[in-house]
């Protein structure tokens, strides 16, 4: 499937400009035909040939699910839905991709296996939902539950970014409020107070000391913070073990590695609901879980669980001899067991850690402001009496020459 711009006339005479993915030159042709437009020339623009190269974004993937369920809902065939979310769709891409999956069906494929050929927009978890929904007759209400799993891994996200970047924000405006303070009032302050010749007391000197190197070396630091960022990133797409120890790291920090872990095992309840509810094994719904978990230590976890229940452990043994997952989820999990409701028992978990993540993310948020003014307070009061404090001692010396 490629992608041309045309220009073409309409019925009036009027000359129309647009863009459409097609098979080929004669193929636009007839899509054009078909919506009541002649085609006078086309060409395939430069940028066209990595149209197809691109996929689905997360907000893209959630507008394809919920136009799927609405049309076919309302009993519109399946290859029809996908030629109108095609035609309807005004990123090349977008169009690329449904093109693509129009042909698949045409040629007799299922839906899930014509998905199954962009595994990069389509994850797994998704492709064996639609699987699980096409063999059972159920497919509306799987894309259903999908729509609304991805919306609330979308929300998810925004929170972690939030928990992320907020702190980060603070951070850097502390680190430019020192840097003010370093380069520019403390080195006009301690050139008057160096000026009397006073012994001055160590955190005098150690203000001196501090404010002569950020002032003088800035651009090492800074560029040592660029390097240090760059080296992380390399090695976190390198290594597996690196990717592994920085996902234990995440997960241990101060504050905000409590409030990560409770997002990612709602994230886990809430999928494994999803999955074992729409009919997929345990064993099944714990394997595609590591792949949408998004933290190596924990997907490591939920492998030795699903070993153990393979190698013949109950589910709540699996889970209750873990070191990463807390009793209380195995005992949801034991509940789930006992009663034969797995999918209530993890999305009972999953409202229980969404619910712990919310309010923790809201009492970190009231709790940022006040400790960025108590750490700024302390840059200052140091200070104030580096400063001060020589100029004491110097007025108390000159007092008692008198």
Not at 110 to 118: E, K, M, R, V, Y
Not at 162 to 176: D, E, G
Not at 262 to 282: D, E, P, Q, V
Request: aromatic share 10%; with cysteine; hydrophobic share 50%.
């Amino acid at each position: 499937m490629q992608y041309y711009s045309f220009r073409a006339v309409n019925g009036n005479g009027a000359i129309q400009h647009g863009a459409l993915a097609a098979a080929n030159i004669d193929d636009l042709e007839t899509r054009l035909k078909q919506a009541g437009l002649e085609l006078i020339n086309c060409r395939r623009p430069l940028l066209a040939r990595f149209a197809g190269d691109k996929n689905f974004s997360r907000k893209e993937l959630i507008d394809f699910t919920f136009h799927l369920e609405q049309l076919l809902g309302a009993g519109v065939p399946l290859r029809e839905t996908l030629e109108e979310f095609r035609d309807s769709s005004g990123k090349p891409h977008m169009q690329s991709i449904a093109s693509q999956l129009v042909e698949a069906v045409d040629a007799g494929q299922l839906f899930s296996a014509a998905c199954g050929q962009h595994p990069k927009t389509f994850p797994q978890m998704y492709l064996s939902m639609l699987e699980v929904g096409e063999q059972s007759g159920k497919l509306v209400e799987v894309l259903t539950d999908l729509g609304l799993l991805l919306k609330w891994q979308d929300e998810t996200l925004s929170r972690i970014q939030r928990v992320m970047m907020y702190p980060a924000f603070v951070a850097a405006v502390l680190v430019v409020v020192i840097v003010f303070v370093m380069t520019w009032l403390v080195p006009g302050l301690m050139s008057f107070v160096t000026s009397t010749g006073a012994e001055l007391p160590w955190h005098t000197q150690t203000l001196i000391a501090t404010s002569a190197v950020v002032s003088g070396f800035w651009w090492g630091i800074l560029l040592c913070i660029v390097l240090l960022s760059i080296a992380i990133r390399f090695a976190l797409a390198r290594s597996y073990s690196f990717l592994e120890l920085w996902h234990g790291l995440l997960l241990r920090m101060p504050l905000l590695g409590a409030v990560l872990f409770r997002i990612k095992l709602a994230r886990f309840a809430r999928c494994s609901s999803l999955m074992y509810g729409a009919g997929i094994g345990l064993v099944d719904t714990l394997k595609l879980s590591e792949q949408v978990v998004g933290n190596e230590v924990i997907a490591l976890a939920l492998r030795e669980v699903r070993q153990k229940i393979i190698d013949g452990a109950t589910v709540f043994e699996s889970f209750e001899s873990s070191q990463v997952f807390p009793m209380t989820l195995a005992r949801v999990v034991k509940i789930g067991e006992s009663t034969g409701a797995m999918d209530r028992a993890f999305l009972q978990a999953a409202y229980y850690y969404d619910r712990q993540s919310r309010e923790s993310i809201e009492k970190l948020e009231q709790s940022i402001g006040p400790l960025m003014i108590v750490v700024v307070g302390m840059v200052m009061m140091w200070v104030v009496i580096s400063v001060i404090g020589p100029i004491y001692d110097m007025v108390f010396s000159m007092q008692g020459g008198f």
